[in-house]
């Protein structure tokens, strides 16, 4: 006995070890890792367009659970800093499609609403708002921020203090390690209890699957065996600005069990399991089934060969066995029966330039489309640079091709996996974890087309079926066959933003994307929406008030030419040439005309303008001419240097203007004590001349600071053209009397002749 009560101690330590390990194995269950990522802050604008708006990306890593964004928005203090609420888009795969100024997009453009948050900036100098995302779809998650709708006011750079609005994104994921992974046509034994309620798995959906189904069977709570699983059952992933997460509640049907049609191809699934009630420990079997449709065809390697050297000269194969087992012929059946399987066509991808990319159906143009199958296109924007784009997509319809009048060509463009089995009746189209797009064609619409800007980074697949009314998969058709021409691009903008717009490309840490900026009150996100268009009349009625009424500089030339001021009606020879042709140059529609490069003719007119007020003032102080001329020339170099460095600066204006003023003001005192009276000496000068043309000069400054907007630009500019010119008239002095050029000289009889001293202002015979 004495030997046997220490063996019967150890027995018991070793079972109490066993336990204790076994306890805290399953205490320890999944491992999750935590990542924060944050982006620079950056200064909001108002909002006019796409581009004023500022884009931040994400990437959100595999296996991630939990994703929270945490939005810390900020502004400067200062009475010109007024409460203002700051808009946020999110969405998933793309830059959000967002439309604050409520425009009308174009025919055929479809474009989901973003998901927004409006964040108040109030009282408080800074705001934080968080917004929690469970189970989110993995890759490149976009957010764009803005402030309201632009006023439309035209601020002079540094004239008014502005207030700063700072916005900054941070993201913070909680991702799982060691994922178990759902095997098909095998059933796993997992578990959710009070210290553990989610139970995560995954599943890979191989190409060409047309069906998966997910059960949960053997149900145990605490121990008991129950019909009715207790658990709520999640499928797929969630999404902005639409989730397609399919969610089972297992509690309210004895069979627990999901069927997807068409989910998502060469991707994982993600499947969540939780418990409804945290007090019970529950025990299932979880299986999953999937059902693959290989395709019936897919093409002749000579005639896919022939086709492939039509589009590049230089392309050579050099393993036609290799090529040859990629294109094989392949005949295999579904694995279930009762579904159709699909032909596809291999599709060339030909990159052109930054999110623009060009799809060729190879054999074609023309793609032969059935009613017993349907025909796949694989159009891979896969790459993460694509979905800064539009899709544009053009089917044009063979009539003689089309017997049955009846008959409807069916095409469903859509993302992540094709849409095999369509509806005659249905309006609309889309596989089990996201939406597609619908067209059709018949005989008497022979040609559609379709826009999808910022398309998610995905593999797109276009599927065509001829479908006959009140039927599904087209048996009441026959063996019907049209010919469909297929045209697919992706273009930066569409069709270049039109007339009355501009496809710019931007850029953010690195992302690259286009949007149109329009021009001539045409609005919209392809510049196609004319509610408040300007008329042709009304364009051409802007360039010709702010073309001619540069004109009103002739008067200055003649007066300062009659007062033999001639460099100084150089100057402003120089500014009305530029200015007009300027701003025939700068009008947002039609009536344009430029005769240079923009730039060069904006860089004149800014130089011109100051130099006319710079040599103005100059003159207004009578120096002597060898000081004046070297003030010309060396305030012209130092004008033109600080133009070239920022032209619409506030102080290359104000500098020239107000050193001017100095030195006029310092040579009328000058003038004064010399004189020992008030200079200008006479009342009529002040009274007719200078204060005339000081008060065009300031009410000119207040048009030009105030009062320009842009819809009000046309006339308030031309406006400052007359004021700023007819000020000149007024304020250039009067010219030096029995002046004369050196080429009149005034010979007399006697043979002498009347010699100027212009540096002494006398007149001597010589």
């Given at each position: 006995m004495a030997?046997?009560?220490?063996?019967?101690r150890?027995l018991?330590l070793?079972?109490?070890?066993?336990?204790?390990?076994?306890g805290?194995?399953?205490?320890?269950?999944?491992?999750y890792?935590?990542?924060y990522?944050?982006?620079a802050p950056?200064?909001l604008?108002?909002?006019?367009w796409y581009?004023?708006?500022?884009?931040f990306?994400?990437r959100?890593p595999?296996n991630t659970v939990?994703m929270r964004?945490?939005?810390?928005t900020?502004?400067g203090?200062?009475?010109?800093?007024?409460?203002i609420?700051?808009?946020?888009?999110?969405r998933?795969g793309?830059?959000p499609?967002i439309?604050?100024?409520?425009t009308?997009f174009?025919?055929?453009t479809v474009?989901l609403?973003s998901?927004?948050?409006?964040?108040?900036?109030l009282?408080?100098?800074?705001t934080?708002?968080?917004?929690?995302i469970?189970?989110?779809?993995?890759?490149?998650?976009f957010?764009a921020a803005?402030l309201?709708?632009?006023d439309g006011?035209?601020e002079?750079k540094?004239?008014?203090?502005?207030?700063?609005?700072?916005?900054q994104?941070?993201m913070?994921v909680?991702?799982?390690?060691?994922?178990?992974?759902?095997?098909?046509n095998?059933?796993?034994?997992?578990?959710?209890?009070?210290i553990h309620?989610?139970?995560?798995?995954?599943?890979f959906?191989?190409e060409n699957?047309?069906?998966l189904?997910?059960q949960?069977?053997?149900c145990?709570v605490n121990?008991?065996?129950?019909?009715a699983?207790?658990?709520?059952?999640?499928?797929?992933?969630n999404s902005?600005?639409?989730s397609?997460l399919?969610?089972v509640?297992?509690?309210e049907?004895?069979?627990?069990k999901?069927?997807?049609?068409?989910?998502?191809?060469?991707k994982?699934?993600?499947v969540t399991v939780?418990?409804?009630?945290?007090?019970?420990?529950?025990f299932?079997?979880i299986?999953?089934?999937?059902a693959?449709c290989?395709p019936?065809?897919?093409?002749?390697?000579?005639i896919?060969f022939?086709n492939?050297?039509?589009f590049?000269?230089?392309?050579?194969m050099?393993?036609e066995?290799?090529?040859?087992?990629s294109?094989r012929?392949n005949?295999?059946?579904?694995t279930?029966?009762q579904?159709s399987?699909?032909?596809t066509r291999p599709?060339?991808r030909?990159?052109?330039d930054i999110a623009?990319?060009?799809?060729y159906?190879?054999?074609?143009?023309?793609?032969?489309v059935?009613s017993?199958?349907?025909?796949i296109?694989?159009?891979?924007?896969?790459?993460g640079?694509d979905?800064?784009?539009?899709?544009i997509?053009?089917?044009q319809?063979?009539?003689?091709?089309?017997l049955t009048e009846?008959?409807?060509?069916?095409a469903?463009?859509?993302?992540g996996?094709?849409?095999i089995?369509?509806?005659?009746?249905s309006v609309?189209c889309?596989e089990?974890?996201s939406?597609?797009y619908?067209l059709k064609?018949?005989?008497?619409?022979?040609?559609?087309y379709l826009?999808v800007?910022?398309p998610?980074?995905?593999r797109w697949?276009?599927?065509?079926?001829i479908l006959?009314?009140?039927d599904?998969?087209?048996?009441?058709?026959?063996?019907e066959?049209?010919r469909?021409?297929?045209?697919?691009v992706l273009s930066?903008?569409?069709?270049?933003c039109g007339?009355?717009?501009?496809?710019?490309?931007?850029r953010?840490?690195?992302?690259l994307?286009?949007?149109?900026?329009?021009k001539?009150?045409w609005s919209?996100?392809?510049c196609?929406?004319d509610?408040h268009?300007?008329s042709?009349q009304?364009?051409?009625?802007?360039?010709m008030?702010l073309?001619?009424?540069?004109?009103v500089?002739?008067?200055a030339?003649?007066?300062?030419?009659?007062?033999?001021?001639f460099?100084?009606?150089?100057?402003?020879l120089?500014?009305?040439v530029?200015?007009?042709?300027y701003?025939a140059c700068?009008?947002?529609?039609i009536?344009?005309?430029?005769?240079?490069e923009?730039?060069?003719l904006?860089y004149c007119d800014?130089l011109?303008?100051?130099l006319s007020?710079w040599?103005?003032v100059?003159?207004?102080?009578?120096?002597?001419s060898q000081?004046k001329y070297?003030?010309?020339i060396?305030?012209?170099?130092l004008i033109?240097m600080s133009?070239?460095l920022?032209?619409?600066?506030?102080?290359?204006?104000l500098g020239?203007?107000?050193?001017?003023i100095?030195?006029?003001?310092?040579?009328w005192?000058s003038?004064?004590?010399?004189r020992?009276?008030?200079y200008?000496?006479?009342w009529?000068?002040?009274v007719f001349?200078?204060?005339?043309?000081?008060?065009?000069?300031?009410?000119?400054i207040?048009?030009?600071?105030?009062l320009e907007?842009?819809?009000?630009?046309?006339?308030?500019h031309?406006i400052?053209h007359?004021?700023v010119?007819?000020?000149?008239?007024f304020?250039?002095p009067p010219?030096?009397?029995h002046?004369?050029?050196?080429f009149?000289?005034?010979?007399?009889?006697c043979g002498?002749q009347?010699?100027?001293?212009?540096?002494e202002?006398?007149?001597?015979v010589?």
């Amino acid at each position: 006995m004495a030997l046997h009560r220490p063996l019967c101690r150890f027995l018991a330590l070793l079972v109490l070890a066993l336990q204790l390990l076994g306890g805290s194995a399953r205490l320890a269950g999944p491992t999750y890792v935590s990542e924060y990522y944050s982006q620079a802050p950056q200064k909001l604008s108002l909002y006019h367009w796409y581009g004023s708006a500022r884009l931040f990306v994400f990437r959100v890593p595999e296996n991630t659970v939990v994703m929270r964004m945490i939005l810390q928005t900020s502004k400067g203090k200062g009475a010109q800093c007024q409460n203002i609420n700051i808009t946020a888009h999110f969405r998933a795969g793309a830059p959000p499609v967002i439309n604050p100024l409520h425009t009308k997009f174009g025919t055929n453009t479809v474009a989901l609403p973003s998901f927004n948050i409006t964040i108040p900036l109030l009282t408080r100098d800074h705001t934080n708002v968080f917004l929690n995302i469970s189970n989110p779809v993995q890759g490149d998650w976009f957010v764009a921020a803005h402030l309201p709708e632009d006023d439309g006011k035209i601020e002079l750079k540094g004239f008014s203090a502005k207030c700063s609005y700072i916005f900054q994104p941070q993201m913070f994921v909680q991702r799982l390690l060691n994922v178990p992974v759902l095997q098909p046509n095998t059933s796993r034994r997992m578990s959710v209890s009070l210290i553990h309620p989610v139970t995560h798995m995954r599943i890979f959906i191989p190409e060409n699957t047309v069906q998966l189904a997910i059960q949960i069977t053997n149900c145990v709570v605490n121990n008991q065996v129950v019909e009715a699983c207790p658990v709520t059952l999640l499928i797929g992933s969630n999404s902005l600005p639409n989730s397609y997460l399919k969610v089972v509640h297992c509690s309210e049907s004895v069979n627990c069990k999901k069927t997807l049609a068409s989910p998502p191809w060469m991707k994982w699934l993600p499947v969540t399991v939780e418990n409804s009630n945290a007090d019970w420990s529950v025990f299932f079997n979880i299986a999953a089934q999937l059902a693959v449709c290989t395709p019936t065809e897919s093409g002749y390697l000579p005639i896919l060969f022939k086709n492939l050297t039509m589009f590049s000269k230089d392309v050579t194969m050099n393993n036609e066995e290799m090529f040859a087992a990629s294109m094989r012929t392949n005949t295999t059946e579904a694995t279930n029966v009762q579904r159709s399987c699909f032909r596809t066509r291999p599709v060339l991808r030909e990159a052109l330039d930054i999110a623009s990319v060009r799809f060729y159906v190879l054999n074609g143009p023309e793609v032969a489309v059935t009613s017993d199958y349907p025909i796949i296109l694989l159009l891979n924007l896969n790459t993460g640079r694509d979905s800064g784009g539009t899709i544009i997509l053009n089917l044009q319809l063979n009539k003689t091709s089309l017997l049955t009048e009846n008959a409807t060509v069916f095409a469903c463009l859509s993302a992540g996996s094709p849409v095999i089995a369509m509806d005659a009746n249905s309006v609309n189209c889309g596989e089990a974890l996201s939406l597609g797009y619908l067209l059709k064609m018949n005989t008497s619409l022979l040609s559609t087309y379709l826009h999808v800007p910022y398309p998610e980074t995905s593999r797109w697949y276009l599927s065509l079926q001829i479908l006959c009314p009140n039927d599904k998969g087209g048996d009441d058709c026959g063996n019907e066959t049209a010919r469909v021409g297929v045209s697919t691009v992706l273009s930066p903008c569409i069709g270049d933003c039109g007339v009355y717009g501009e496809c710019r490309l931007l850029r953010a840490h690195g992302y690259l994307y286009a949007a149109c900026v329009c021009k001539a009150g045409w609005s919209g996100w392809s510049c196609t929406d004319d509610t408040h268009a300007q008329s042709y009349q009304k364009q051409l009625l802007a360039t010709m008030l702010l073309t001619l009424s540069n004109l009103v500089f002739i008067p200055a030339i003649v007066v300062a030419v009659h007062r033999y001021y001639f460099v100084e009606a150089a100057v402003y020879l120089f500014t009305m040439v530029f200015s007009t042709f300027y701003h025939a140059c700068d009008q947002p529609g039609i009536a344009v005309m430029c005769i240079m490069e923009y730039d060069t003719l904006q860089y004149c007119d800014f130089l011109g303008s100051v130099l006319s007020v710079w040599v103005t003032v100059l003159c207004m102080a009578r120096l002597k001419s060898q000081l004046k001329y070297v003030l010309f020339i060396l305030g012209s170099l130092l004008i033109a240097m600080s133009m070239q460095l920022d032209r619409r600066g506030l102080w290359n204006l104000l500098g020239p203007c107000l050193f001017a003023i100095l030195v006029m003001l310092a040579a009328w005192v000058s003038q004064c004590v010399r004189r020992r009276h008030c200079y200008p000496p006479t009342w009529k000068r002040w009274v007719f001349f200078l204060l005339p043309g000081i008060g065009s000069a300031v009410i000119a400054i207040a048009v030009y600071g105030f009062l320009e907007t842009k819809e009000n630009y046309y006339y308030t500019h031309s406006i400052w053209h007359i004021l700023v010119a007819g000020s000149v008239v007024f304020l250039l002095p009067p010219g030096k009397k029995h002046l004369r050029l050196w080429f009149w000289p005034r010979k007399f009889t006697c043979g002498y002749q009347i010699c100027s001293n212009i540096k002494e202002d006398l007149y001597v015979v010589c």
